[in-house]
């Protein structure tokens, strides 16, 4: 069974860089074809889809984040990391990482880890 | 961008009611809609995947329905456990939006 874990500092200050990791357990991030996902959910508000890397090394993010936001891969730690610059205090959520499975063609996040709360504040 | 809008985006139903939550894209995405149920203090759960097929260990009171645009989440009779938020996503093109969330309250 594959476990998600994030890790990662409770507290950024404004204008500086989120950096979030993932340690995946029960199978490899380098092994089959999955998307390794970001999401983000703000206090008292739904769910934000943030981006994904593809297991060859292809990312994809939200318009909205993309001049901010970078997905990587750590295959020897085999973990995956988010980092976002420039925070504000909109960018206070929990943080989920997540991956995917494919059926009959339809990509669905299966795997979630528990979540981690972020909160931008000096 | 694909927008996806839920509605309601509230309602309040009693144990054993039959309840329906649809989720609208704002253009054709064939079956790639995926239902998620998150309680409060926990992470989401893959309820129903591709429009209509239940995630293994998902009661059978719920269902899924829909395809191109328009979309259905149904739970056939409310249990006490199923008093949550549920999403929808589409997954048909990056990126990968969630409708707003409908949150199933007790009446």
Same mark, same amino acid.
Do not use: T
């Given at each position: 069974q594959v476990q998600l874990q994030e890790s990662g500092p409770g507290l950024v200050k404004p204008s500086e860089t989120l950096s979030l990791i993932c340690t995946v357990s029960g199978g490899s991030v380098s092994s089959g074809s999955?998307?390794?996902s970001w999401i983000r959910q703000p206090p008292g508000k739904g769910l934000e889809w943030i981006g994904y890397i593809y297991n060859s090394g292809s990312t994809n993010y939200d318009p909205s984040l993309k001049s901010r936001v970078t997905i990587s891969l750590h295959t020897s730690e085999n973990q995956f990391s988010l980092k976002l610059n420039s925070v504000t205090a909109a960018d206070t959520a929990v943080y989920y990482c997540a991956r995917s499975r494919m059926v009959s063609g339809v990509v669905m996040l299966y795997f979630w880890g528990q979540g981690t709360l972020v909160t931008v504040s000096s | 961008?694909? &927008?996806m809008t839920q509605s309601p985006s %509230?309602?309040?139903a %009693?144990? #054993?009611d039959r309840v329906t939550i649809t989720c609208r894209a704002s253009q054709s995405i064939?079956? %790639?809609l995926n239902w998620y149920q998150q309680k409060p203090g926990e992470a989401p759960k893959l309820l129903i995947y591709a429009a209509s097929s239940? &995630? %293994?260990v998902v009661p059978s009171r719920f269902s899924g329905s829909g395809s191109g645009a328009d979309f259905t989440l149904t739970i056939s009779s409310l249990r006490p456990e199923d008093f949550a938020t549920y999403y929808c996503q589409q997954t048909y093109s990056a990126p990968w939006t969630? #409708?707003?969330g409908t949150r199933v309250?007790?009446?």
């Open positions: 999955y998307y390794w | 961008d694909i &927008q %509230s309602l309040s %009693s144990v #054993g064939s079956n %790639s239940l &995630q %293994s969630f #409708g707003q309250e007790i009446k």
